[in-house]
């Protein structure tokens, strides 16, 4: 389902969000006759949302759990500029195949689960319910040399979601060394004039399964948080990093990076499509790449091997 900013059925429940309100009020707030509110609060029930109606109001029933207008609502709020259109599924076989087939930017693609997530180096995401599985495609405005700052600014807006989550290099988030974020920025179109879409997966309180329970883990294990709070944090935290980057700010971004990126200090193996690299993990550069024995790195499977003293 879509839904866009102007769209009434969205519109009436930002509303009732912020307080119960009479057919009157809100009919006269949007401009509206009390019968289009009353087919909008009935088209928003089909979507299991609950709406009360006492004979003065509407109230909307507060629940903990994301509705696909829940999650307008957090991406219009949070990513105020950047985001006009919600494309929710249930089921879709990839937010980022699905963001990239829409062409246009300014919009967030969700799923409740993926048949076919995608990973890294070409792996698989799994994705059942109970994670939160989206990608935001985004109006390419920096240089394509910044594009890959735009991933660093996600992994530190989902390790500053989550409490005890460190990076590891370049954008995999974790929780006592066990995987529970993983971020897929994909470029298409022309080459002259490049789309990026930025897909995030984090696992909330997914099921794991048992070949993968070394290495990852779901947030649920450790922490009570819900998908509304990680998600809500989540775009806060990128809508305003993501500001400082097309300010130009990226010091600004660099010195949150380093606070949460593990990977500095260790000795580490990094896979680059060209060759392997060991060495210690000394920065992070200027331009966004890891220096690793003095050498910059854009790019990478990543390894740590032990600490470096
Ligand atoms: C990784 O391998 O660490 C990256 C995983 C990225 C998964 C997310 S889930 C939402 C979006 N849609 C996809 O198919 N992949 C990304």
């Not at 660093?152 to 060394?177: C, F, H, M, T, Y």
Request: proline share 3%; glycine share 8%.
């Amino acid at each position: 389902m879509r839904i866009k900013k102007q769209n009434t059925d969205y519109q009436v429940y930002r509303l009732l969000s912020e307080k119960q309100m009479s057919g009157e009020e809100i009919g006269k707030r949007l401009g509206i006759t009390r019968s289009a509110v009353w087919k909008a609060v009935n088209k928003l029930r089909s979507y299991g949302i609950k709406v009360e109606s006492t004979a003065r109001s509407y109230i909307l029933v507060d629940e903990s759990e994301l509705n696909p207008f829940e999650v307008a609502d957090i991406a219009f709020k949070r990513l105020d500029d950047h985001i006009d259109e919600v494309i929710y599924y249930e089921t879709t076989d990839s937010t980022n195949e699905r963001a990239k087939e829409c062409g246009k930017s300014k919009v967030l693609v969700f799923a409740e689960l993926q048949t076919a997530g995608k990973g890294r180096l070409g792996r698989k995401w799994e994705s059942q319910k109970g994670g939160l599985y989206f990608t935001l495609s985004l109006d390419p405005t920096l240089e394509y040399s910044e594009l890959p700052k735009i991933t660093l600014a996600a992994g530190v807006s989902v390790a500053e979601a989550i409490p005890e989550a460190k990076i590891k290099w370049p954008n995999d988030v974790l929780i006592r060394g066990k995987k529970v974020c993983g971020i897929l920025s994909e470029l298409y179109g022309e080459m002259e004039n490049p789309m990026i879409v930025l897909g995030i997966g984090i696992n909330v309180s997914n099921p794991i399964p048992d070949e993968l329970k070394d290495v990852a883990a779901s947030i649920g294990e450790f922490f009570d948080l819900s998908r509304k709070e990680v998600f809500d944090s989540v775009l806060t935290n990128f809508g305003k990093y993501y500001q400082k980057l097309l300010e130009g700010k990226w010091g600004v971004l660099r010195k949150k990076l380093l606070k949460k990126c593990e990977t500095i200090g260790k000795v580490v193996k990094v896979t680059t499509p060209a060759e392997e690299i060991t060495g210690v993990a000394e920065d992070i550069s200027e331009n966004g790449a890891l220096i690793v024995n003095g050498r910059e790195v854009y790019a990478g499977d990543c390894i740590h091997l032990r600490d470096s003293k």
